[in-house]
């Protein structure tokens, strides 16, 4: 439970960061579209809000949302190392 | 380098009076009983000294970092006083 | 957002920090640690057996209550301590001795002591230090720590608020790229932990409030601790124990319950069973369930002790500031936290440390790189802060991993043992840091590293050598507090040592190209 809520935050962190121009061109050598930047942002609320459900689900209403913090702070670190 | 050495006096000292005064002073509007009055004092504290210290440093002047912290400081204490609350 | 504020604030952040960053760093490495508190522990006593793997809790306790009853039918409170949960993995039974707690760790089944363990502070110590620290009274660690934490909240929120370009920045780490790249480590390690640095800041507040923020209190409670002890007990609402009526009366069983309690909370969940006054009429076993959750405070089960009726199961203070309050500590302590969240504490709490040490490195680096465009000299101050930052971020974990050595090193019945243990703490911090005024930072930076990694790769080795089990044989028996450390111990050597080779390797073309 805990990986899948972690792959769908980092997946969920992925979209956010690739909305944004500066990443989108790492990987597109262009800005992002308003379609590709729609589409991220759709992708991280959709991953992130997935992630807390997940852990909502799977650790209850007092732990859930601490484990989702904590997961978070992994998925940030991940997608930041696969970025740099 | 604007006036820091004045600005982080009144934030550290003028923060630390604001901070037990100001809750205090609040919560003399709700009806609370006194655990509930200090509990409730106690953990805002460290919000409104911070708040404190960072308008010391977004005032445009030490001068006015001061003025502002008297301004709201002031008046909690003479209510306090009045009350009998005094620390 | 005036550039005047964003000026100010950045300067304070900047110098408060290079004189606050190696306690914050220190509170955050021992903090961290705190978070293995029971599994360092178990390390550091490697004479106690292995936690049982079964445990049924009626056996354990009549275990405790037989053996209590046998050499402590005076106490005016007997407390047990029922084992299977990581904070207590030994039946463990204690009561009031001359004004502190005498405990005795005894066999689940049989209720024999076990072996006493050599004399050491543990896993609790070092967490301990996190907010006591050591050597300075206590008032005047109470004060500096709580200082240095309203710095670290007031950093944290002007570090937000003053930031141009928080939101764009956010997932940027550029390397390769000097003070930039510095920057964005630093920037990453507090935006990305940012929700854990909130919490557990301002909850390390709360620890305190009552003695930071005394006129708070004395305003309605008068001044000093009768004052504050007055409001204490009024929040928590403490009931002190009925006195003993004088009448001696058996204990009733403790099996049905412990039965009754496990009927509501669940299979082994309890965790404490306390007996005021035992051996008389009056007295009560109030059993207590282990936290699964960030609220400390839990319902207690209240049983007549001479009769074994329950009187009542006592809910938690419904007070919301209450609730707040315990929420908030229970979050910082993370008692509750299963394996999973346990470790998701101590990355944050690692993050947190780096986040610390990458703002001290920071501070040189900018400055170093200043010089070289500038064609200066290096000021006094610069160099003596380069130096200090190899004692801080790399001595410490060499000064942590000494205290590991002294506990298997020092002979056991040494006097003052556990004092000893944490003098070779400091001592070999003292070492790092006479070391790190010796030597020219980059070379520096590589022998700590190396030391590190040794410090703390060959604990493992240790454990095998000096009275421990070695990492097969806990593996295999299923002692994972031990298996754990040992396997943490060599993670962390390993990742030192790829430091330390990283550093020697850039250290080695620097002096080549020079």
Known sequence: MPLLALALACVGFAGLALAMDRHHQRLWKRPASSAARWLGRAVGLLGLGAALAVCLLGAGGAVGPVLWLGLLSVAGVVVVLALA | MNQIPARALAGVAGGYVLAQWLPLALMEALPLDRVDTVALALLMSFAVYVAAILWCFAAR???????????????????????GRWP | MTGGFRQSTSWVHTWVGLLLGSLLYFIFLTGTAGYFDSEIDRWMRPELPPPPATVDSARAADAALRYLNAHEAGAERWTIQLPGHRDTPHLVASWPHDGHMEEQALDA???????????????????????????????????????????????????????????????????GKGQRSWLDAHNVLGVMTLPFQFMITYSGLIFFAVTLMPWVVSAHYGAGPAGQGQFLAEFSAWQAPAAPSGTPAPLAPVAPMLAQAEQRWGRGSVQVVEV????????????????????????????????????????????????????MLGLHEGLFAGPVLRWLYALSGLLGTAMVATGLVLWTVKRRQKLE??????????????????????????????????????????????????????????????????????????????????ALGLLPVLNALTDGQHLGASWAGGDWAMAGFDLTALALGSAFAWIA?????RARRTEAGA
């Open chain 3, 373 to 454: 465009r500038d064609q200066g000299r290096p000021h006094r101050g610069l160099r003596l802060v380069e130096r200090l930052n190899v004692a801080t971020v790399f001595g410490l974990p060499v000064a942590i991993g000494a205290y590991f050595w002294a506990n298997r090193l020092l002979p056991i019945d040494l006097a003052d043992r556990a004092g000893w243990e944490a003098h070779a703490l400091f001592i070999a911090w003292g070492a790092t840091l006479l070391h790190a005024c010796l030597r020219p930072p980059p070379r520096a930076w590589v022998e700590q590293g190396a030391l590190a990694a040794g």
């Open chain 3, 109 to 175: 089944d049989s209720g024999e002591p076990l072996a006493t363990p050599r004399e050491t502070g543990g896993g609790q110590l070092l967490y301990r230090m996190h907010w006591r620290l050591h050597y300075l009274p206590a008032g005047a660690a109470l004060w500096l720590v709580g200082a240095a934490t309203v710095f670290l909240l007031v950093s944290l929120v002007s570090g937000v608020v003053a930031h141009k370009r928080f939101f764009s920045d956010f997932f940027t780490f550029r390397a």
């Open chain 3, 276 to 327: 005021l006054n035992p051996g008389d009429a009056s007295a009560r076993v109030q059993i207590a369930p282990v936290l699964t959750g960030p609220l400390r405070n839990v319902e207690v089960m209240v049983f007549d002790g001479a009769s074994g009726a329950l009187l009542e199961t006592r809910a938690p203070s419904r007070r919301g500031t209450l609730t707040v309050a315990e929420g």
């Open chain 2, 61 to 83: 002047s030490a001068w006015r970092a001061c003025a502002g912290l008297a301004l709201v400081g002031l008046p909690c204490g003479a209510l306090l006083l009045a009350l």
């Open chain 3, 501 to 505: 080779w990283r550093l020697h390797r």
